[in-house]
């Protein structure tokens, strides 16, 4: 797909992969034959510079054919390069300008206690995103009122968008930081499917409070010379380097 319509952030695609599969293969109250049925469970996609990701995994829970992803990035097509709900069902909120999805979800979460709804909403960041200052105040917000229908799930592969996170704006002690906010913090291998599963299955990880899972990643993870690479971030796919990265990913 990102080769294809010339798009990037496939390092960033990577990276949340797996835990996108975990979501849509089983997590996730959802139905595709009624994306707007409202017992689903939210998802945002707050990283929303990753999209092909969810697109990917939307298509083939069957919210629309897969056939469509091969119009992404296409001049006029409504896949665009940034996840939009225009024409996608299954899409809650279209992202791109990081530190928004967070903010949003708080306030679904906080609208569907005020309702005595009983769904989940899952915001899926990225951890250089968690430089926002709006974050931190969505953060505060959902602590403050008890929304443990909030998870929070921070792609944390080390890297943003021209260096390291460490480098640009140091995170940690990051899960301290959440902890001292008023959540439960969960840490786990965001590639491993298993310990998602069993993650997810334990939440909310403490009634009255929201839940964060810093999911430990690799950036451009199954692609060896895309992994840990700022490089992928913005670099398009193609020639050579595609076919290349098509016979690892074939043998994974």
Same mark, same amino acid.
């Given at each position: 797909m990102t080769s294809r319509g010339g798009s990037s952030h496939i390092g960033s695609v990577f990276s949340m992969a797996d835990i996108i599969a975990v979501l849509y293969g089983g997590v996730l109250n959802v139905d595709p034959a009624d994306p707007e049925w409202m017992g689903r469970d939210r998802f945002i996609l707050s990283k929303g510079h990753a999209g092909a990701g969810v697109y990917a995994a939307l298509a083939e829970r069957g919210f629309f054919p897969t056939s469509k992803l091969d119009s992404h990035y296409a001049d006029g097509s409504d896949l665009s390069g940034h996840v939009s709900h225009k024409n996608i069902p299954g899409v809650e909120l279209s992202t791109g300008s990081l530190g928004h999805g967070l903010s949003v979800g708080a306030g679904m979460a906080y609208g569907a206690k005020l309702d005595g709804r009983r769904h989940r909403v899952v915001i899926l =960041?990225?951890?250089?995103?968690?430089?926002?200052?709006?974050?931190?105040?969505?953060?505060?917000? !959902? !602590?403050?009122?008890?929304?443990? @229908? =909030?998870? !929070? +799930? +921070?792609?944390? @592969?080390?890297?943003?968008? =021209?260096?390291? +996170?460490?480098?640009t704006l140091a995170l940690e002690p990051f899960g301290d930081k959440w902890r001292s906010f008023g959540w439960q913090v969960v840490e786990t291998d965001g590639h491993d499917h298993q310990a998602l599963k069993e993650a997810f299955a334990r939440m909310p990880a403490r009634p009255g409070r929201p839940t964060c899972l810093l999911a430990h990643t690799t950036k451009g993870r199954g692609v060896s010379f895309m992994e840990n690479s700022v490089l992928w971030h913005y670099r398009t796919p193609r020639g050579k380097e595609f076919d290349a990265a098509m016979r690892e990913l074939s043998e994974d």
């Open positions: =960041l990225s951890d250089g995103e968690c430089d926002e200052g709006s974050n931190w105040e969505a953060i505060l917000f !959902a !602590a403050h009122h008890g929304l443990d @229908n =909030l998870i !929070a +799930v +921070v792609d944390y @592969n080390k890297i943003q968008s =021209l260096k390291a +996170v460490a480098e």
